[in-house]
């Protein structure tokens, strides 16, 4: 009996790391470079609509660049949106 | 996404130089009666950046039509000379008319280019939507 528990704490302390959070580089790299993009999209929206409001930028820039950025604030929000849906799902996972 | 991106770039570029060719009409219009005035040409070329065309364009240089300009004849002129002819602009209405309706309906291709970009980019994020 008591052989066994010992046994079975033993195979718990195996199994903890398994369970620890881990970093993966990979992951959040992708999602800083997404992020940095979108940055720079955002900045490059506003200093053109900055210089069209005046008259330093042509119609066609100012559309081109909210066009842009509206797809690019769009994206990450999406993307943002599916990464919470992803944490709730596991939240709801029956423990 | 970048490829799209490069699409609304493209099509920009080109409603930009369009926008340029229609100002150049406009001041050929605008100085249709003005004496030894020679029409603007429009023409485009490749942006090119380190050496690589990315398939945007630009209005090159302009030049200045060199077909004669016209002989009126009005001895009351300032500008007319012994025989009574003063020489006039070489734009001709109908030539601007025609450059013009042409600059229109390639602006209006390149903005349906711009919006079909723009609606697949939409359509390819509302993928993720549901």
């Given at each position: 009996?008591?052989?066994?528990?010992?046994?079975?704490?033993?195979?718990?302390?195996?199994?903890?790391?398994?369970?620890?959070?881990?970093?993966?580089?990979?992951?959040?790299?992708?999602?800083?470079?997404?992020?940095?993009?979108?940055?720079?999209?955002?900045?490059?929206?506003?200093?053109?609509?900055?210089?069209?409001?005046?008259?330093?930028?042509?119609?066609?820039?100012?559309?081109?660049?909210?066009?842009?950025?509206?797809?690019?604030?769009?994206?990450?929000?999406?993307i943002r949106n599916k990464v919470v849906e992803a944490y709730q799902e596991i939240l709801r996972?029956?423990? | 996404?970048?490829?799209?991106?490069?699409s609304f770039q493209i099509s920009a570029s080109a409603m930009q130089a369009q926008a340029q060719?229609?100002?150049?009409?406009?001041?050929?219009?605008?100085?249709?009666?003005?004496?030894?005035?020679?029409?603007?040409?429009?023409?485009?070329?490749?942006?090119?950046?380190?050496?690589?065309?990315?398939?945007?364009?630009?209005?090159?240089?302009?030049?200045?039509?060199?077909?004669?300009?016209?002989?009126?004849?009005?001895?009351?002129?300032?500008?007319?000379?012994?025989?009574?002819?003063?020489?006039?602009?070489?734009?001709?209405?109908?030539?601007?008319?025609?450059?013009?309706?042409?600059?229109?309906?390639?602006?209006?291709?390149?903005?349906?280019?711009?919006?079909?970009?723009?609606?697949?980019?939409?359509?390819?994020?509302?993928?993720?939507?549901?």
């Amino acid at each position: 009996m008591d052989v066994k528990s010992t046994i079975a704490a033993q195979n718990y302390a195996a199994i903890r790391p398994a369970t620890a959070p881990s970093v993966s580089p990979g992951g959040t790299e992708a999602l800083r470079g997404l992020g940095t993009e979108f940055a720079t999209f955002l900045q490059n929206g506003e200093e053109t609509v900055k210089a069209g409001m005046t008259g330093q930028a042509d119609a066609q820039a100012l559309v081109q660049a909210l066009a842009q950025t509206e797809l690019a604030v769009e994206t990450a929000v999406t993307i943002r949106n599916k990464v919470v849906e992803a944490y709730q799902e596991i939240l709801r996972m029956p423990v | 996404m970048s490829e799209l991106f490069k699409s609304f770039q493209i099509s920009a570029s080109a409603m930009q130089a369009q926008a340029q060719r229609i100002r150049h009409v406009t001041e050929n219009i605008a100085n249709a009666d003005t004496p030894g005035y020679r029409r603007k040409v429009t023409s485009f070329e490749n942006v090119v950046s380190q050496g690589m065309t990315e398939g945007m364009i630009r209005t090159a240089p302009v030049t200045l039509d060199r077909s004669p300009l016209t002989q009126i004849y009005d001895p009351s002129h300032p500008l007319a000379d012994d025989s009574g002819y003063y020489e006039g602009s070489n734009v001709n209405s109908i030539v601007e008319i025609a450059d013009a309706r042409e600059a229109q309906r390639s602006y209006e291709a390149n903005l349906k280019m711009f919006d079909q970009a723009r609606q697949m980019s939409k359509g390819l994020l509302e993928l993720l939507r549901r």
